[in-house]
């Protein structure tokens, strides 16, 4: 690895899923302003989330499936007439 291009000030950071509380303890130098009391009684530096893999749609398996051919389906039905007409 190259000297000097890595910064110096890694430490324990949580990460805090703001929409369901979860908590992750990590290193990181993202800069943070706020603390935080972890589950193991220590206080850390907090970066709050809107969003983590315990919440996404896509890790929770809570996916919305769009049903594409529903779609082409109502479009055709909702101007039928005016496709009608056109021929």
Known sequence: MKK????????L?????MSNDNMILT???AATK???VYTDGNEYPVVKLEISNTS???FTGKLKLVDT????DKFM???????????
């Open 4 to 11: 000097g291009i890595h910064p110096e000030n890694y430490r």
């Open 13 to 17: 950071v949580v990460f805090k899923d």
């Open 27 to 29: 290193r990181s130098c």
């Open 34 to 36: 706020e603390t935080v």
């Open 56 to 58: 996404h749609p896509f």
């Open 69 to 72: 051919a529903g779609r082409v």
């Open 77 to 87: 039905n909702k101007y039928k007439r005016h496709f009608d007409a056109k021929k």
